[in-house]
Structures are given as structure tokens and as C-alpha cells.
């Protein structure tokens, strides 16, 4: 299994950027998708979920309006809009799969992709 991302660079602050995670290697419409990011020296942080038939997405309360999660299952594709970027959004951003529901713990995700950095900087 690979998850490829890309679409990480360095950005200003207020502007927005699309992240992009192509998955090979296992039946990605039976997979649920989500975005976690780690800032140095911090935790890895949950930012996005997406279910099979990307129907639905799921945030956390402190990314809700600004990201948004979507998917292209005939692609093996999943996508991260970011907008208004923040400083504190600088961080590596991971794509993970999982063959179970929706989960916000990274633990449960079977397969993780290499990550892709963004720097929110003037």
C-alpha cells in the first residue's frame, strides 16, 4: 500500500492551498481517508475525515470552516482545501487509511503516507 502527498510548500499567511494524497496498493472506496498534520515538537493533530463514499466529512471544532475534505474514488484521490492559512498551521500533513469508520485517533489508521510540509510564513 502507498499514499502518495503532495501539495505542500510554503505559503503566506491568509492564502489558501490544496493538498493532494493518491492511494495504491488496496480498494481505496473501501477505505475511509483523513488528513492529520504534527507541528514540531507537537502532537500529531487530526484534521479531516472523509467516509467511503465521501458523502460526508469530518473536522474538528478548531479547523471547521477553514479545511474541507473531499475525494475522488475513481482516482484513488483524496483532497485537502485549506483556506486562511495561519502560522500555526505550519505542520507535516499526513494522508491515512483505515478499513473501519471514521476515527479522529490516529492509532487506528492501518496505512500512512509519507507527508507532505506546509510553512505558513511572511
Known amino acids: 500500500v502507498q499514499l502518495q502527498a503532495s501539495g505542500g510548500g510554503l505559503v503566506q499567511p491568509g492564502s489558501s492551498l490544496t493538498l493532494s494524497c493518491e492511494a495504491s496498493?488496496?480498494?481505496?472506496?473501501?477505505?475511509?481517508m483523513a488528513w492529520f498534520r504534527q507541528a514540531p515538537g507537537k502532537e500529531r493533530e487530526w484534521v479531516a475525515g472523509?467516509?467511503?463514499?465521501?458523502?460526508?466529512?469530518y473536522y474538528p471544532y478548531s479547523l471547521k470552516g477553514r479545511v474541507t475534505i473531499s475525494r475522488d474514488n475513481a482516482k484513488n484521490t483524496v483532497i485537502l482545501q485549506m483556506n486562511n492559512l495561519k502560522a500555526e498551521d505550519t505542520a507535516v500533513y499526513y494522508c491515512?487509511?483505515?478499513?473501519?469508520?471514521?476515527?479522529?485517533?490516529?492509532?487506528?489508521?492501518?496505512?500512512w503516507g509519507q507527508g507532505t510540509e506546509v510553512t505558513v510564513s511572511s
Open positions: 496498493g488496496l480498494l481505496f472506496s473501501k477505505h475511509v
Open positions: 491515512a487509511a483505515r478499513s473501519g469508520g471514521i476515527s479522529s485517533h490516529d492509532d487506528f489508521y492501518n496505512y
Open positions: 472523509i467516509n467511503w463514499d465521501g458523502d460526508n466529512g
